[in-house]
Every structure is written in structure tokens, then in C-alpha cells.
């Protein structure tokens, strides 16, 4: 990396969302590690997801900065403090990311021509700033929050549509066209024909991302070279894997400001994991935006109960779901967990980097958000997977197929309404969390194979190492590009 470097400026442009924003704000402090500017803009309601990281970068004298515009929230027709989609009641998501955040493009431009950046670092849910970008003659870089493996599934069943040529009877296709054979239910994809707004947004995102100069994946290459490979070969994808983004956290007490404040003292989380065996405690928690049924919360509780495995269980303090706990939690369960010391359940939010790297935990139960999985993978944890939605079941494939350090509970049906969703039962939960954080061949198998990719992750993110040294070829290439475009614009004049 040349010395020009110091002077490039990126906006980092992240959807509005914790799990589009955390690792962004993780992919900035990396770009102003490595002497860029880096710059975060997003909307004053969701400042203090990234001040801590702005904090950091007072502190190590990096060039971090934090750009605040108004979210228009009467104009959206959503209520005051809606800014995140953790916050919008699940039936305004969809319109909050469709219709409200292309409001944002406006005050988006206005900071593009007062500060000038060199490019945009801007979330793939915001298709509208490949035209932002194009209209500054700037090059706009999509950040998706994905990974390789579900970009190659997603590009192949938008262009194959494989469900919709199913005889009758057929319930499972296989994705066409991927190194693997990845054969997936019809009912773990999303029924595009019955939600033609999110068909039109999909095209809207696949053509946008055509129109950008590339994609940066948090990922890394040793993770899924023959996806990195497919992606950038068969479909001819420019992309640079630059991951996992979370090990850029330096100290536990850095780990612990990542995301929003915990809803539980570190302190206190931290030693009581220290009070367990290594590999013994069972992580339940399923990402930043998911909800359940009580009767589902209930469900779970009555599998901790019976598997006798501590556990630190997050449920989400949003909605009408987990409003009352007496709903869902069996009698006398928080005074058994309490007296026994055998467990913790977190309303709110966890500091789940700092947990999954704790010795003591043995396994994680996840709905496979990517962030999820990849914070687990970079902590050597394996996976017990509850796919809901989004391109979760793809990424359960990924996890229990492909990499194998995963175990599915066995959900069927993507849905993003929990009331619509199947419901799991303690005893299958039971069953399958016992496989994998017993002591058996199986648990045991899985656990050495989730070390080892730990180990390859923390060696991408190394000097030299892959991810590391993709970052410097994307530098290089800002840096090259911001040459070719001040050239002709000379040449212009
Ligand atoms: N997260 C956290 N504490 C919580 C819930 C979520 O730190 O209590 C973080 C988690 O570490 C991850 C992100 O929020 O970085 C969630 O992203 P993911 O892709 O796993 O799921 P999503 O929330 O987008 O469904």
C-alpha cells in the first residue's frame, strides 16, 4: 500500500440495521487501520452504534469520522425513533427498507459534494446509491452483510428459479449450477411470486450491484475458496474478502462496545462463564431482529430445562412476544436457574463476541444470520442452526453441508412472521443440542473443525494473510481508480 493511502477517503454507508451496521462500523476501523479515512454516515438515531468506535479511533490516532443526517420520519409515515430495523415493528420493515430509506438520498448527496470522498462503501439494501455514485463519478462498492456461498445460492435461484419448476408433489430442488450439491426444501426459499414488491427489489439490487465496481465480503477466502472463486470466475464478479471484521476488536473491553450497550453487566456474564468447565455452556440467541411466539420461548426453555446444560439464553426486549415472561418461562424457572447457578437469560442485548470467545462455551444455537455464524466460526464454536428467513437456510448448508460444524434443529419453512412459523419442540431441541456439545465422536469432530477454521480466520486477518492482503489490493485500486478519474477529468477541461 503506497503512502497515498493516508489521504483516500471512504463513506461507509451501512443499512439501517445492527446486523448491516456492527460489521461496517468493524470494516471502517480496519480501512483506518490501514491509514484511510474513514468516514460512517447514517442517521442521528443511530449514532451510538458507531461512536464507540470513533472513540477507539481518538484514542489509537486513526482518521475515523461520523456523518449524521435526520432520518425523515414523518415523511417515511413512521413513528418518531423508527430508524433502525430493530426498532420497526415487523410489519413496517418492509416498507421502512423499500420506501423510507431512499429518503435518505438527498442529505446523502449533500454530504458527498461538501466532503468529496474518493468512493462509497454503500449497503446493497440501498440500490439508489449506485446513481448517487455514478452522478459524483465515484466508485460505489456494495457491502451486503453476506457472504460468498449465499450470494452464489441467491444469484442462482433469481436467474434458475428452480421451485418454480417443480413437478407436482416435488417439495426439494437442488441449486443449480454451485461446486456442491446443495439441495434445499421449496419451502426454505421465500415464494417470490407470492411477494412481487421483493422481486422487483431483488432486481433492483442485483442491477445496481452491476453498476458498482465491486463487492466487499466479510469473509475469507479459506473459508470458501471454491465460492470466492465462483463468484469472481463463473459469475465474473469483481469482490475482495476482507473478514472476519469482528477480530479487528482489539481488548475484551473493545469487544464489549461493539453493538448496543449490553443489557447485562460484562463483568458479571464474564465470570460467571468463568465458573463453568471449558466447552460446557450452550449460547441461545438468535441475532438482532428475529422474534418468537411464547409458545416457541417456551419451548426452548423446557429444552435447557431438560438438557441440564448451563446455558446463556438472549431473548429480545422488543414487541409482544416476549412482553411477559410468565408467558413463556415454566414455573420456577429463574429461581432453579438462579439457586443452581445454571444459567443466564438476557433480556436484551448480549455482548456475544465477548461470549462465543469464552473457553467455557461449547456450543451456539443460532438463526444463522451471517455475522452470527462468522463471529462463531472466527471463535472456533460449532453451530446448532435455526434458519427463520432472509438467506438464513443458505447459510445453514453452508454451515452443516459444506463446512460441517454444524448441526440443524430441523426448521423447514422460511418465514419472517413468527406467529406463521413451525413450531420446534423441546424434545427435538433437546435431542439435537445433546449431539453436539456432548462428548461424542460427532460433538467432538465438529468442535476440531470449527478450532481449525478459527485458527485460519485469525491467520487471514494477519499481515500477509489473505484478508489482510485483499484489503491492500482494494486500497491499491481505490488509490489507481482515484488517479484514472482525476486524469480525465483534466483531460475533460
Ligand atoms: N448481536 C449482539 N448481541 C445481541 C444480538 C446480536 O452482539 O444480543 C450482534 C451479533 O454479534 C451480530 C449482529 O448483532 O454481530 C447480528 O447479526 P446477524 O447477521 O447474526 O443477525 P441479524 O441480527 O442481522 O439477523
Given at each position: ?12 454507508f451501512p443499512?439501517?440495521?445492527p ?9 471502517a476501523r ?15 438515531g ?8 470513533i ?15 435526520p ?12 430508524e433502525?430495523?430493530?426498532?420497526v415493528p ?5 416498507k ?7 429518503l ?5 448527496e449533500?454530504?458527498i ?29 456494495v ?19 428452480p421451485?418454480?419448476?417443480l ?46 465496481f ?5 469473509s475469507?477466502y ?12 463463473a459469475?465474473g ?17 473493545d469487544?464489549?462496545t ?8 460484562v ?17 441461545v ?6 422474534l ?8 426452548i426453555?423446557?429444552?435447557l ?6 446455558f446463556?439464553w ?7 412476544s ?17 439457586e ?16 462465543l ?17 462468522l ?13 427463520l428467513?432472509?438467506?438464513q437456510f ?32 423441546a ?6 443440542v ?39 489490493r ?14 480525465q ?5
Open positions: 500500500m503506497g503512502p497515498e493511502a493516508h489521504n483516500l477517503e471512504v463513506f461507509f443499512f439501517l440495521a446486523g448491516h451496521m456492527i460489521p461496517a462500523v468493524d470494516m480496519l480501512f483506518a487501520s490501514r491509514g484511510v479515512k474513514a468516514t460512517v454516515v447514517t442517521t442521528r443511530n449514532a451510538s452504534l458507531v461512536q464507540p468506535a472513540d477507539w479511533a481518538n484514542k489509537s490516532g486513526r482518521h475515523m469520522r461520523l456523518l449524521l443526517m432520518f425523515p420520519s414523518s415523511e417515511a409515515g413512521l413513528p418518531e425513533g423508527c433502525n430495523v430493530a426498532s415487523a410489519e413496517l420493515q418492509f421502512f427498507m423499500i420506501t423510507s430509506t431512499p435518505l438520498r438527498d442529505p446523502l449533500r454530504l459534494r461538501e466532503h468529496q470522498p474518493d468512493c462509497i462503501i454503500s449497503d446493497g439494501f440501498f440500490p439508489w446509491t449506485a446513481d448517487v455514485a455514478l452522478g459524483f463519478g465515484i466508485p460505489r462498492i457491502f451486503d452483510g453476506t457472504n460468498f456461498f449465499s450470494n452464489c445460492v441467491t444469484h442462482s435461484l433469481q436467474y434458475h428459479a421451485s418454480e419448476r413437478a407436482e408433489g416435488e417439495t426439494t430442488f437442488v441449486v443449480p449450477g454451485l461446486p456442491h450439491r446443495i439441495e434445499l426444501l421449496k419451502t426454505q426459499t421465500p415464494d417470490m411470486r407470492a411477494m412481487p414488491e421483493a422481486a422487483d427489489f431483488l432486481r433492483q439490487l442485483e442491477e445496481s450491484e452491476l453498476r458498482s465491486g463487492m466487499v465480503v466479510n475469507f479459506e473459508l470458501e475458496p471454491e465460492y470466492a472463486d465462483h463468484y469472481r470466475n459469475m464478479r469483481k469482490a475482495w474478502h476482507v473478514g472476519p471484521v469482528s477480530l479487528c476488536r482489539e481488548d475484551t473491553a469487544e464489549a461493539r453493538g448496543a450497550e449490553s443489557s447485562i453487566d463483568a458479571d456474564c464474564l465470570n460467571w462463564l468463568d465458573s463453568k468447565k471449558p466447552s460446557s455452556v450452550l449460547y440467541s438468535f441475532g438482532s431482529i428475529s418468537f411466539t411464547s409458545v416457541q420461548l417456551r419451548e426453555a423446557l429444552a430445562e431438560a438438557s441440564n446444560l448451563p446463556i438472549v431473548v429480545r426486549d422488543f414487541g409482544d416476549a412482553g411477559h415472561e410468565e408467558e413463556w418461562l415454566p414455573e420456577g424457572f429463574r429461581n432453579k436457574v438462579s443452581n447457578n445454571s444459567g443466564l437469560v438476557i433480556r436484551g442485548w448480549a455482548p456475544q463476541v465477548l461470549i470467545n469464552h473457553g467455557a462455551v461449547g456450543a451456539f444455537v443460532t438463526h444463522c444470520g451471517w455475522n452470527s455464524c463471529e462463531a466460526i472466527s471463535a472456533g464454536v460449532p453451530l446448532v442452526t435455526w434458519p428467513s432472509g438467506e443458505y447459510n445453514e448448508r453452508q454451515m452443516t453441508e459444506v463446512l460441517q460444524i454444524g448441526t440443524a434443529v430441523g426448521a423447514g419453512a422460511w418465514t419472517r412472521r413468527a406467529e406463521e412459523r413451525e413450531l420446534i419442540k424434545e427435538q431441541i433437546e435431542k439435537v445433546s449431539r453436539v456439545i456432548g462428548g461424542g465422536e460427532e460433538a467432538e469432530g465438529k468442535r476440531r473443525k470449527a478450532r481449525e477454521l478459527a485458527r485460519r480466520a485469525r491467520r487471514a486477518m494477519e499481515e500477509g494473510g489473505s484478508s489482510y492482503s485483499d484489503m491492500d482494494l486500497i491499491d485500486e481505490l488509490i489507481e481508480e482515484r488517479r484514472k478519474i482525476a486524469n477529468s483534466v483531460g475533460d477541461k
